[in-house]
């Protein structure tokens, strides 16, 4: 009862440590005829894999995942898809020294206080190296998505590091994949690349914040009362590791609002309702207006520095820990492409959900007899 597992009717169950021979995971509730193989996979896992700039972790993980089952001549055949990503660049002695300690802001004590175990190579099951099965199995709601919903685009970005913030009127989503911050401001992210480095030549880490925007979700995704797509899509981020908080549209800033500024006001247009604004983020009610999909979300810092922080060891003396080895100075740079699978896996399930029920277009036709 540990809840390795997630989704409705799309379902993913991960497996596998951070130091472990291999990770992976099970994907079940692929609808059959999906074109799949490794490499329409594998362009997910390469941005997120680490060692791919200074800016994080230098572990070096190839990250080539492996099909093991569900597909037939290049097809799913609708049974569950087995992923695998073999580990092959593990240095568990770097955590020899924290095996009987407790590191600050991990989730080293809380495992220990429910299961009475735990892996301290890496976190084990509570280390961000699980979230390369999460990116695999988000390549396969890709491709989903890409024959049942292929108007849909899911993009990820960075808006804040630290106290630095993007510019909006320098908005360029062109921008995204030219640095390694998957910044949408190219002044931004010259800026950011000295500031991190002077976080980490110090051996600090920073806190981020992304943003998702999802576009051409059909109105009519979601569902009522306890399976709201915000719910869902909420839930899915707030599962990533490190994530702290998640907001939705106007999110906290909706509280100083009043309801003249917050509504979003609807006009007839040639092809159906218009909104004023987006208040809402593209869902009211648990379900999609058609608008663009909007949601951001806090990302702490990296609790592994270099810094001594004081904490106990397992028998409750008080001590101090320097927490070594290779580690991102801001996990928020490889959150991205996780939050981008995770909400692929989180809109295919919803396509599923809205098809099982009332078919694959919206039933409610606004301005037509």
Same mark, same amino acid.
């Given at each position: 009862?540990?809840? #390795?597992?997630?989704? $409705? ?7 596998? +440590?951070?130091?472990?021979? %291999? ?6 509730? !692929? ?7 490794? %490499?329409?996979?594998? *362009? ?61 802001? $991990? ?12 892996? /301290? ?8 190296? +699980? ?8 390549? *396969? ?77 059909? /109105?009519? &995704?979601?569902? /009522? ?7 869902? &899509? ?8 490190? *994530? ?8 906290? #800033?909706?509280? %100083? ?7 979003? +006001? ?31 979300? %806090? ?8 810094? /001594? ?20 100075? !801001? ?6 492409? *996780? ?14 959900? $809205? ?15």
């Amino acid at each position: 009862m540990s809840f #390795n597992t997630y989704g $409705h009717l799309f379902r993913v169950t991960t497996w596998g +440590e951070s130091h472990g021979p %291999a990770l992976g995971a099970t994907v079940d509730g !692929c609808p059959p005829g999906v074109p799949l193989d490794a %490499a329409a996979i594998q *362009v997910w896992l390469d941005r997120r894999k680490p060692g791919t700039s200074r800016y994080t972790t230098q572990r070096r993980e190839a990250d080539e995942v492996e099909i093991l089952s569900g597909l037939y001549e290049g097809q799913t055949t609708g049974t569950p898809i087995q992923l695998m990503i073999r580990n092959t660049d593990q240095r568990s002695k770097d955590y020899s020294q924290i095996e009987d300690k407790f590191r600050p802001g $991990h989730a080293d004590i809380t495992y220990w206080q429910k299961y009475g175990i735990r892996d /301290p190579r890496g976190g084990g099951r509570s280390s961000a190296r +699980e979230t390369a099965a999460r990116v695999a199995a988000g390549g *396969v709601a890709r491709a989903a998505l890409g024959v049942l919903a292929p108007e849909m685009t899911i993009t990820g970005y960075m808006i804040q590091m630290g106290d630095r913030r993007i510019d909006r009127d320098r908005f360029d989503m062109d921008q995204i994949d030219r640095n390694p911050f998957w910044v949408p401001d190219a002044e931004a992210a010259g800026e950011w690349g000295a500031y991190l480095d002077g976080l980490r030549k110090d051996g600090q880490s920073v806190g981020a914040m992304i943003e998702l925007r999802i576009t051409g979700a059909m /109105p009519g &995704l979601g569902a /009522p009362v306890y399976a709201k797509l915000d719910t869902d &899509l909420a839930a899915a981020m707030m599962s990533i590791n490190a *994530v702290k908080g998640v907001e939705i549209g106007e999110g906290m #800033n909706a509280a %100083a609002l009043t309801g003249t500024d917050n509504a979003d +006001e609807i006009t007839m247009g040639p092809d159906g309702p218009v909104y004023g604004s987006n208040h809402a983020g593209g869902i009211l009610g648990g379900i999609a207006t058609g608008q663009d999909i909007v949601l951001r979300f %806090a990302v702490k810092p990296t609790s592994s520095i270099l810094k /001594p922080r004081r904490t106990i060891t397992r028998g409750g003396q008080e001590t101090e820990i320097v927490t070594t080895g290779r580690h991102d100075p !801001c996990v928020g740079i490889r959150a991205v492409p *996780v939050a981008e699978a995770m909400a692929a896996a989180v809109m295919l399930d919803h396509v599923l959900l $809205h098809r099982a029920q009332v078919g694959p277009t919206p039933r409610g036709r606004i301005g037509q007899p």
